[in-house]
Antibody, heavy 124, light 106 residues
Framework: QVTLKESGPVPVKPTETLTLTCTVS??????????VGWIRQPPGKALEWLAH???????AYSTSLKSRLTISKDTSKSQVVLTMTNMDPVDTATYYC????????????????WGEGTTVTVSS | DIQMTQSPSSLSASVGDRVTIACRAS??????LSWFQQKPGKAPKLLIS???TLQRGVPSRFAGGGSGTDFTLVISSLQPEDSATYYC?????????FGQGTKVEI
């Protein structure tokens, strides 16, 4: 059974750096054509893609947040870590991690399994 | 970045109605389009991948279609448990982007 679990500090103060950890099970971060992405959702708003990383260490970031984000993985711990610098109250949101998998029939990546999410509140 | 626009933003329909949600991409995403269902306080759930591939366990009243820039999600006979917000997402070009969501009320 594939599961993902997010963890991180609550609350976070403005200007601090947020570090979120996604711990996965049921698949390996070494598996070919596999990856993990981070997505956030402010209260009452839409989903926003933040970043993703593949097993070959290829990474991609949101254009608007690229300067503040870093994604990395620790394969031995089955963890993917996202850091976001200079946190602001507008960054208050539920942060999700999700598995990215490869569609052999259609030759493309897609998101299939999501974690439950972790709520991050930015407040002084 | 590829912009994804869903319409309508919200709708209200009755049990048994046929409901159609549209998703338009600002440039072609071929068929690299997924649909998710999200209920309040829950993580999104994948319904459809590759524009029309229904995921295991998803009721057959859900159907997806389209390619290029225009896509649809159809619920053929709306059920009470379908009350949720639905999102499209393109994974053709990074950064991957979501539509703004369509809230379906019964």
């Amino acid at each position: 059974q594939v599961t993902l679990k997010e963890s991180g500090p609550v609350p976070v103060k403005p200007t601090e750096t947020l570090t979120l950890t996604c711990t996965v099970s049921g698949f390996s971060l070494r598996d070919a054509q596999m990856g993990v992405g981070w997505i956030r959702q402010p209260p009452g708003k839409a989903l926003e893609w933040l970043a993703h990383i593949f097993s070959n260490d290829q990474k991609a970031y949101s254009t608007s947040l690229k300067s503040r984000l870093t994604i990395s993985k620790d394969t031995s711990k089955s963890q993917v870590v996202l850091t976001m610098t200079n946190m602001d109250p507008v960054d208050t949101a539920t942060y999700y991690c999700a598995r990215i998998t490869w569609d052999d029939d259609n030759y493309y990546y897609y998101v299939d399994v999501w974690g439950e999410g972790t709520t991050v509140t930015v407040s002084s | 970045d590829i912009q994804m626009t869903q319409s309508p933003s919200s709708l209200s329909a009755s049990v048994g109605d046929r409901v159609t949600i549209a998703c338009r991409a600002s440039q072609s995403v071929r068929r690299f389009l997924s649909w998710f269902q999200q209920k309040p306080g829950k993580a999104p759930k994948l319904l459809i991948s590759a524009s029309f591939t229904l995921q295991r366990g998803v009721p057959s009243r859900f159907a997806g279609g389209g390619s290029g820039t225009d896509f649809t999600l159809v619920i053929s006979s709306l059920q009470p448990e379908d009350s949720a917000t639905y999102y499209c997402q393109q994974t053709y070009s990074a950064p991957w982007t979501f539509g703004q969501g369509t809230k379906v009320e019964i």
